[in-house]
């Protein structure tokens, strides 16, 4: 990798003594301003708490600024200054240089000392290259150590363009391949110093429309997409810190794997989510059998789901007659019609009445929970009438208002209404809906299932929530919908006070001087004081409101969301920004996509954008062919993606006979821990194996972390089913039974293409039969 001092010549010490002198002005600078800035967040907080409404909000946004800023500041001292641009020189006036780094510095006279990565200037350093050189005549990568220059690496683009002490301390090193070749820690790193031109096109894409970033595994485009969500956030500060920007993974595993890859970038308005959690209230870990995701991931469900809703809007002649043994004072009469008695008198409403005041409900096409208001208040008066027509009692329409009124706090009566149009949560009516055969085969019949897609959808009452269940409570909360007319009377009395809170807060951000620097907007700023008590940020408050409307999501793994789960997401995002990434090849669930243009298109509205990543910067290039074989066998028309690595040990296949994986699978294991160990003793190892055998494998490797936990990332070894295995990458992985893999489900190929892309050294397949025909590559490997 670097060339260190130890290989030192002329010319490269001096272009190190030089760099070295620049990056401890950058660090001297940096320990300036968090001196300055931890003295200022002292001083705020040494203020004390008195003082009225105004010292009260000043105080806030004062400290909450200046401590987000030394955060800010805390967070970059490794790797902080790693990259330098030198335009062309013109008309013999010498170009511009530019320091990069992980955030902008300015001198004491305001001179730049470090451009961020993120800011315009930049652009040119991720994006020239030879045949585009974007003004550049060189591109330097820095090697830092602490606060050390160990080495430099150069790309030069004009060489005329350099001054001649320049030219003679050229030095060459591949950067990127420096950067590949670290081990695994268990955590995703950023990249900032190494972003590739084609993945800088995907981090820099414009914010609105839809971005699908397609490509293989290791193509990066987990780490560019979490890139992009701290550009944007940087680019588009005011909009997306009050709004948060979303980003979905598959699992919970893979979320910590790429967790701290944003905040290290210096972000926090986001919020990490995986499918299964995206309804507020339920963490849904488990997917249903293929049979029943697939059933309830199509798009037919949401049919299904507003006719069951339907369903549960009823006649009276649907209910059971009155049964005063069993307490029920209300039900169907003899006509058809509804029958209440209440406080020792009948009240009548006839069926004609009753199915009129059904139909107009169902007119207004809001949501069952609203027009529910309608339905109630319309009964409510027929009951009424005829309240007053056997007491022989003219009436005007107060009275009328008043009798239903009283009406309504009657139990009998409420029961009696509540059984035509009931108060409905998502939760009853998906609950009810598929543990209740004879509802699911109602509501199934109008929405065209067949009988064994509703077996496949029965579940026992209480049953917990699946990931699959959870766009089907968010397709119910959007139908149901919530009678908020209480909400939003209190709504409108609370918008005239917070015009004046905005109003208050863009004075104090034009007194404290943040608006210029445009570090909040006075809405966020009003929000937060509207919070108080609370104290929330955009991310906490937007993870608890299912009708959220986030600024960007990211979804990632995308290849594994349903036409259901999609719908979800895009209610959370009604501008239609997102980025998508993904690969189609690797989708392992049964009602996952096939293409992103059949997945995503009816939302695009023409706005859909997609990149490819053709390189492959994980998967050494013997390890990728093997993956390639299987690539071809389930996805034929598929290129897979090149690998940059071609170091790593040859793959092997390794033969174990039934019945003897409990003596020599440990031992091999072992092996393995010990190889990628090296000096370092915190490799990674991953044994992959067929779901059903999970529990059974792990049993044999006591030392080892098991699914999705958090020790799956922290262990030195893990073992994994294929679908938890996404994502993630490790030293070295052991697939363990393929062919088991393969059976389990008719995404198997698609799974095995997945687990044997996971390893950055080293891989060994372990088989008990024959090798798979797809894995032929191997034969003969063992060793
Ligand atoms: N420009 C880069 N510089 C340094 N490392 C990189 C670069 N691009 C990608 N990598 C590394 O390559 C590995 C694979 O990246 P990533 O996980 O983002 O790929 P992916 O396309 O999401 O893969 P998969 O589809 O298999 O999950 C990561 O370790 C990532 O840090």
């Known amino acids: 990798m670097d060339r260190r001092q130890d290989e030192d010549h002329g010319p490269l010490r001096a272009a190190l003594l030089a760099e070295q002198e620049h990056v401890t002005r950058v660090y001297t600078r940096l320990d300036e301003l968090r001196d300055h800035t931890a003295e200022a967040v002292r001083e705020v907080h040494a203020r004390g708490g008195g003082g009225g409404f105004a010292a009260v909000v000043e105080r806030e946004v004062t400290a909450g600024e200046r401590t987000r800023r030394l955060a800010r500041l805390s967070g970059v001292e490794e790797g902080l200054c790693f990259g330098r641009i030198d335009h062309r020189a013109a ?56 606060r050390t220059v160990t080495g430099l690496d150069d790309e030069v683009f004009d060489l005329d363009g350099l001054t001649d002490s320049d030219r003679r301390g050229l030095v060459g090193e591949a950067a990127l391949l420096a950067s590949l070749r670290r081990g695994r820690t ?17 981090i820099r894409s414009r914010l609105p429309g839809i971005l699908v970033v397609q490509g293989g595994p290791g ?28 980003v979905i993974g598959p699992n919970a595993t893979f979320l910590r794997y790429i967790g701290q890859v944003l905040p290290g970038l210096g972000e926090t308005d986001v919020v990490l989510a995986t499918v299964g959690e995206l309804f507020p209230g339920v963490r849904a870990t488990t997917a249903d059998a293929p049979a029943t995701a697939t059933v309830k991931g199509g798009l037919r469900m949401a049919a299904l789901i507003e006719a069951a809703v339907a369903d549960r809007q009823r006649l009276p002649a649907d209910l059971p007659p009155p049964d005063g043994g ?7 009469d003899d006509s058809g019609g509804l029958r209440i008695t209440t406080d020792g008198m009948v009240l009548r409403a006839d069926a004609g009445t009753c199915a009129g005041i059904r139909d107009l409900a169902r007119e207004l096409r809001l949501p069952h929970n609203v027009a529910r208001k309608l339905f109630v208040t319309e009964m409510l008066g027929v009951l009424a009438l005829d309240q007053s027509r056997r007491l022989g009692r003219p009436v005007d329409d107060t009275d009328l208002r008043h009798i239903s009124e009283a009406l309504w706090a009657e139990p009998e009566v409420r029961a009696g209404l509540d059984a035509l149009w009931p108060l409905l949560t998502p939760h009853d009516l998906i609950g009810t809906l598929l543990s209740d055969p004879a509802a699911l085969r109602r509501a199934a019949g109008g929405a065209g299932f067949a009988p064994d897609e509703c077996a496949a959808l029965a579940r026992p009452a209480g049953a917990a929530w699946t990931v699959d ?70 991310a906490e408050r937007a993870e608890a409101d299912r009708e959220w409307a986030y600024g960007h999501v990211i979804v990632d793994e ?28 690797q989708t392992g669930a049964a009602a996952g996509a096939r293409s992103w243009t059949g997945m995503l298109g009816r939302y695009a509205n023409g706005r859909l954008h997609e990149e490819r990543l053709l390189v492959n910067y994980r998967t050494p290039a013997g390890i990728m062919a093997v993956a390639a074989d299987v690539l071809a066998a389930i996805a034929p028309g598929q290129q897979a993606p090149e690998s940059v690595r071609d170091d ?15 003596a020599d699978l440990p031992g091999l294991v072992r092996e393995e821990a010990e190889r990628v160990n090296g000096g370092r003793a915190d490799g990674r190892v991953a044994v992959i194996v067929p779901d059903p055998r999970l529990a059974g ?35 070295a992985v052991v697939v363990v039974d393929p062919q088991g893999v393969l059976d389990r489900s008719p995404q198997g190929g698609h799974d095995l293409y997945v687990a044997l892309t996971r390893a950055t050294r080293r891989l060994t397949v372990v088989h008990e039969g024959d090798l798979p025909a797809v894995l032929a590559r191997l034969a003969g490997t063992a060793g």
Do not use: C
């Open 697 to 731: 494998i792990a049993a044999l490797l006591p030392g080892a972390a098991v699914g999705t936990g958090p020790e799956a990332l922290d262990s030195p070894v893990a073992v994994l089913t294929p679908g938890a295995a996404k994502g993630l990458e490790f030293d």
């Open 469 to 538: 269940d959870v766009p089907l409570l968010d397709e119910a909360a959007e139908i149901l919908g919530r009678d908020d007319s209480a909400a939003r009377r209190r709504a409108r009395r609370d918008s005239a006070e917070r015009a004046a809170h905005e109003r208050y807060a863009h004075g104090v951000l034009e007194f404290t001087g943040l608006a210029e620097d445009r570090m909040m907007a006075a809405g966020a700023l009003a929000d937060r004081h509207a919070d108080r008590g609370q104290r929330r940020t955009t």
């Open 326 to 332: 069993a307490g029920r004072p209300w039900g169907r």
């Open 648 to 662: 790593g040990d040859p793959p092997r296949a390794v033969r174990m006979p039934r019945g003897s994986l409990a």
């Open 186 to 202: 268990g955590r995703m790193n950023d990249i900032v110093a190494t972003i590739q031109a084609e993945q800088d096109r995907v």
């Open 91 to 146: 008309a013999g006036v010498p170009g511009d240089t530019y320091y990069i780094g992980r955030i902008g510095l300015r001198d004491e006279n305001h001179d730049p000392l470090l451009v961020d990565w993120r800011a315009p200037a930049a652009r040119a350093f991720y994006a020239a290259t030879p045949v585009s050189p974007d003004g550049l005549a060189r591109r330097r990568h820095l090697h830092t150590r602490g």
């Open 558 to 585: 995308a290849q594994e969301l349903s036409e259901m789960a999609w719908r979800m997401v895009m209610r959370r995002i009604p501008a239609r920004s997102l980025t998508v990434v993904g690969d189609v090849a």
């Open 219 to 246: 193509t990066g485009k987990t780490v560019a997409a979490l890139h992009r969500a701290a550009y944007l956030l940087y680019t588009h500060r005011t909009t997306l810190q009050r709004r948060g920007i979303l």
